[in-house]
DNA sequence: GATGAATGAGCATTCATTCAT
DNA sequence: CATGAATGAATGCTCATTCAT
């Protein structure tokens, strides 16, 4: 990103990275094209390769946009005090439904960058992320064991791994086939396909099986 | 996959499939040249396109080929009976470090086909890989169950799904630094890394604490 | 053309003249596929370059072929006696119409000769059909000529190219659009389209009319 | 053609349009490179690709174009009033010996036009020319025959298309070898070649001695 | 600064021709 | 002699990037 990006007005900055994002999501990186980007922004071709120093370091910016709405718009929901730790995994994967239907291209964007052929882009994105979703599970953990509602038999990590699994898995289930149809293939031999609560309902159980929780 | 290409003998098919599953792996699909995996391969460029129609038609039949080698050289070690479930995934997480020692390729491929951007090339492979991965995981659970190792309150889908999700992560952490990186930020608040040994060992003891196994 | 296809036998080699003429009428020479000809000649790859040094000695051969073809099943027709001028240039055009029927490939070809964007092939073959067309024009007007059915001031050789430019459009009519368009748009200013058998009666009456043939 | 086309200056354009119909003369569409095109339009080939969407778009605007310059460079001559038909005739037949000098190339692919194997990039032009041709030879017959100039047993048809045969093969005869062949096979049967004067000279005798013409 | 036309390196694909079997 | 698999040079086209206006 350079300077020149920074003096624009947020909107400006926003419309710009938005629109990189919609076409990064869906064509994914190679196919996306420098011109339907601008296009789509309302901003020349030009004006793109002031802000940008090459189509990489817009993609680079469009992930720390990505990271950055991954923390405010769905983890920070993770921080408001709910009455058990059911209530905040639910509310957790609503948050993911919700932050699905804003910004499904950069749900999309987070979804590729789990793949090794995205490594080289993934990066900061990468510890950015995790350190933010172990950090909330984490002391989701803790509270949720001070109040007593989980099996004190598992770990504070691995209790966090395990539910970080799942609302993982499920985010990515929303933007992508290949997730979804595993979700089904594991829950139902018959292979009818689940909609998107029951399969959060489905979720909530099989953690509250996993963990014991009390409720 | 043209007629041309199963007239070759078996090693001949592999080894073209080894070099295009090379290629693709390091540099993705749409990166990946032609002319290199032919060069690899040791094949002229004119000689691969009497085997497959195109580039994508070719990348499918590396698909298929992952798909195959996950099934015999991978899926196919969880059929062994072993004395417990704990001993049945302890087996498969090694046979999935071996996987990455003879098909990193391979496995890379198959990490990165399930990325939303490579949707349109999960389609078949998809199907294939999930209805594999849950039949064989729930029979394990079945078995276990009968065995009373398991905690009965955990639905057989919840376990296998549980157990699924843990061993999917820990194939993908083999191939992307992306996932060995979430493990590890869940694993340890300091910031160390893991070895893949130790990794498997916390994965381990973290399914036993969830399943509540008894051995 | 190599000794090898003379060494053939005659049916032997028009199949593969044929299947040529066949796929080089079709196509066009730069469209002709040297595989598609094999195929249709049920001849291998190797073989056809038994036969032929290249692609265009094939073609050169060919077009021998048309010239032969064009003596023998259509200008010959001219040769046989009629009662007047006006059968025999009747006669021609039901020759043109016959030859078509068994020989449209060879049709096509002789009218694609006739391209600037051909002449690269056409040296040869031209000198030879013109040669052909217009001694036999010139001996038809000749005897016409001393039977008194042709107007005395009109040269040999302008009623001869005159006819011979009738009946070279009319054959060009046969295998491409652009002349049978040409042809009614002078006849019909409505735009209607005339069956062959309508152009090759406009022709005779045109040509009476030109010749003051009378009959 | 492309919109980004119609926006350069007609220089440009005209440049661009003469520099493809060049080679597309010299080598027919097939072997016409498109690289040689940009070399020889001084434009680079991604250029191209702005201005046309591919070979055969460039081509079409090259056939439009030389049917543009045959209206208005050489069929255009036809409606100056002359003394006689005769005139007219020797005027038209110069401004095609005119128009070779000028635009050799677009007559080369007019002529190339005609043949079945262009069939598919004919249709349009087609009947713009011959529509064009028919009616301006059409009319100059009607004005000569209201002079009294041409024998009335003729119909208005067949004069007309007699001068366009006559015309036409002459246009063929000066960019193709072919068929100035074929006009010397009839006039000289001791093989001498003729002039480009002398054919016209020859074709307008024919014509006169054909339509009985009284100057 | 902003534009968007122009660039040209780069790649997938084709197919006439060859040659080991 | 016949085969047909293999060759690899050649080319149409794309698109990230640049730069004159």
Chains 1, 2, 3, 4 share one sequence.
């Not at 350079?2 to 900055?13: C, G, I, M, N, T």
């Not at 999309?108 to 992320?129: E, Q, T, V, W």
């Amino acid at each position: 990103m350079l300077q020149a990006f920074e003096k624009l007005s947020p909107d400006r900055q926003q419309a710009i990275l938005n629109a990189a994002a919609n076409v990064f999501a869906e064509e994914g990186y190679h196919f996306a094209r420098i011109s339907k980007i601008c296009e789509k922004a309302g901003i020349s071709n030009g004006a793109l390769y002031k802000y940008f120093k090459d189509k990489e370091d817009l993609f680079l910016a469009v992930v720390d946009n990505c990271v950055y709405l991954l923390e405010n718009e769905l983890f920070s929901t993770m921080t408001v005090s709910r009455k058990s730790i059911f209530d905040s995994i639910g509310s957790f994967l609503t948050a993911n439904v919700q932050f699905n239907k804003e910004y499904c291209d950069y749900l999309r964007i987070y979804c590729d960058l789990g793949s090794p052929s995205m490594g080289r882009f993934a990066a900061n994105a990468s510890k950015k992320i995790e350190t933010m979703a172990s950090r909330y599970t984490i002391k989701l953990i803790e509270e949720s064991k001070s109040r007593g509602e989980i099996n004190k038999n598992i770990s504070n990590e691995a209790a966090a791994y395990l539910i970080d699994s799942f609302t993982t898995f499920f985010a990515y289930s929303l933007v992508c086939e290949y997730h979804s149809n595993r979700f089904d293939s594991f829950y139902s031999a018959s292979g009818r396909r689940f909609s998107v609560d029951e399969r959060m309902q489905i979720i909530l159980d099989s953690l509250r099986q996993a963990l014991n929780i009390i409720i």
